[in-house]
């Protein structure tokens, strides 16, 4: 291995601006999935069937199918069967970001559903014998457990996600894999220059795993029960204040 060739793919410019691409995509994709694996956790709990097979339905394709597939159709078949996604107006960023969020979705509704199910029923009960609207006991009782709960899972998955976005290579997004391959295809350097993508994305997650660490700590001591009772206890100063 050239030390010098080393040391500039590591300082590169195609690596630093590879790195915004794969920090920009990881975060996109991992707030719409987590927004869409809310929604279909809470469609798992419907009291209608059919609701709780379509949510069903969503997670089995979407962890059935690779994620590379998934970003190979968004690439290039949805094109097809959407006209108006032809040409500049679909750029390789948006097709990425769909793909992994529909994917990330999929996920984070087990995540969610598994947190979901880990709080008593009899805090919801409670709560809306007070009078609490079901919107309130979601925010206030619900929320701040489920917070809890999923953090680890949550944040392991946001690490997964962060590395699982190098298969946007296979789409031509400009991400570090993508930038790193470009740059070793003409000067064949594939030591030095995968080194240094992988360095790029070990800092990259030791970065996570510390924030994860600190998000742990954050709401390791707020007990679940304890939680539940200033939310329902301040519902029902509230209430009698009125």
């Not at 379509?54 to 690779?66: D, N, Q």
């Given at each position: 291995?050239?030390?010098?060739?080393?040391?500039?793919?590591?300082t590169?410019?195609?690596l630093?601006?590879g790195?915004?691409?794969?920090i920009a995509?990881t975060?996109?994709?991992?707030?719409a999935?987590?927004?869409?694996?809310?929604a279909?956790a809470l469609?798992r709990n419907s009291?209608?069937?059919?609701v709780?097979?379509?949510?069903?339905?969503?997670?089995w394709?979407?962890r059935?199918?690779p994620?590379?597939?998934?970003?190979?159709?968004?690439?290039?078949a949805?094109p097809q069967?959407?006209?108006a996604?032809k040409?500049p107006?679909?750029p390789?960023?948006?097709?990425a970001?769909i793909?992994?969020s529909v994917?990330?979705?999929?996920y984070?509704?087990?995540?969610?559903r598994g947190?979901?199910?880990s709080?008593?029923?009899?805090?919801?009960?409670?709560?809306r014998?007070?009078?609490?609207?079901?919107?309130?006991?979601?925010?206030?009782?619900?929320?701040?457990q489920?917070?809890?709960v999923?953090?680890?899972?949550?944040a392991?998955?946001f690490?997964t996600l962060?590395?699982i976005?190098?298969?946007?290579s296979v789409?031509s997004?400009r991400?570090?894999?993508?930038?790193?391959q470009?740059v070793?295809?003409?000067?064949f350097?594939?030591?030095?220059?995968?080194?240094?993508?992988?360095i790029?994305?070990?800092?990259l997650?030791?970065?996570?795993?510390?924030?994860q660490?600190?998000l742990?700590?954050?709401?390791?001591?707020v007990s679940q029960?304890?939680t539940?009772?200033r939310?329902?206890?301040?519902m029902?100063?509230n209430?009698s204040?009125?």
């Amino acid at each position: 291995m050239d030390v010098q060739i080393f040391l500039g793919a590591l300082t590169s410019r195609a690596l630093r601006e590879g790195l915004v691409v794969t920090i920009a995509l990881t975060v996109v994709s991992f707030i719409a999935g987590f927004v869409i694996g809310l929604a279909v956790a809470l469609l798992r709990n419907s009291r209608f069937r059919v609701v709780r097979a379509a949510a069903w339905t969503y997670i089995w394709v979407f962890r059935a199918v690779p994620t590379l597939v998934l970003l190979l159709f968004f690439w290039n078949a949805l094109p097809q069967l959407i006209p108006a996604l032809k040409g500049p107006n679909y750029p390789a960023f948006l097709a990425a970001a769909i793909a992994l969020s529909v994917n990330e979705g999929a996920y984070a509704a087990e995540i969610l559903r598994g947190g979901l199910l880990s709080i008593d029923d009899g805090q919801r009960l409670a709560a809306r014998a007070l009078g609490m609207p079901p919107a309130s006991v979601f925010r206030r009782v619900v929320l701040p457990q489920l917070v809890r709960v999923v953090v680890p899972a949550a944040a392991n998955d946001f690490i997964t996600l962060l590395k699982i976005t190098s298969l946007a290579s296979v789409i031509s997004l400009r991400e570090i894999m993508s930038n790193t391959q470009a740059v070793i295809a003409s000067t064949f350097r594939f030591a030095e220059w995968y080194t240094a993508a992988a360095i790029y994305y070990m800092v990259l997650v030791s970065v996570f795993m510390v924030l994860q660490a600190w998000l742990e700590r954050r709401y390791v001591w707020v007990s679940q029960p304890a939680t539940a009772r200033r939310s329902i206890l301040s519902m029902r100063g509230n209430t009698s204040a009125r």
